[in-house]
């Protein structure tokens, strides 16, 4: 079983920065990916950026060349530096990891999220 525990989040003004960390503990398979989801105000959960355990990265298009995610070499903590802000940021920033079990089969768990809001 794995469990995800996020830290980080909170108010900020627009074009701050925050950054945001997720301890990931226990194991499930194969580790696929770490990454960042967001669920916004009346907005369905996207995923805002995803690090495979290769290293490679992407992100969706509206935080590109302002977030950057980041693991550590054990993949037991990914973190997502978020800078120049926008109150369209505002969102509960959910840590998810994928995890390759038996018959290919793909299993995802999820943190219990944590406030970013970005107001004046």
């Known amino acids: 079983q794995v469990q995800l525990v996020e830290s980080g989040g909170g108010l900020v003004q627009p074009g701050g920065s925050l950054s945001l960390s997720c301890a990931r503990s226990?194991?499930?398979?194969?580790?696929?990916?770490m990454g960042w989801y967001r669920q916004g105000p009346g907005k369905q959960r996207e995923l805002v950026a995803r690090?495979?355990?290769?290293?490679?990265?992407n992100y969706v298009d509206s935080v590109k060349g302002r977030f950057t995610i980041s693991r550590d070499n054990a993949q037991t903590t990914v973190y997502l530096q978020m800078n120049n802000l926008k109150p369209e940021d505002t969102a509960v920033y959910y840590c998810?990891?994928?995890?390759?079990?038996?018959?290919?089969?793909?299993?995802?768990?999820w943190g219990q999220g944590t406030q970013v809001t970005v107001s004046s």
């Open positions: 998810n990891t994928q995890h390759l079990q038996s018959q290919w089969r793909i299993e995802d768990y």
């Open positions: 226990g194991s499930s398979g194969a580790l696929l990916n």
């Open positions: 690090i495979t355990s290769g290293g490679s990265t």
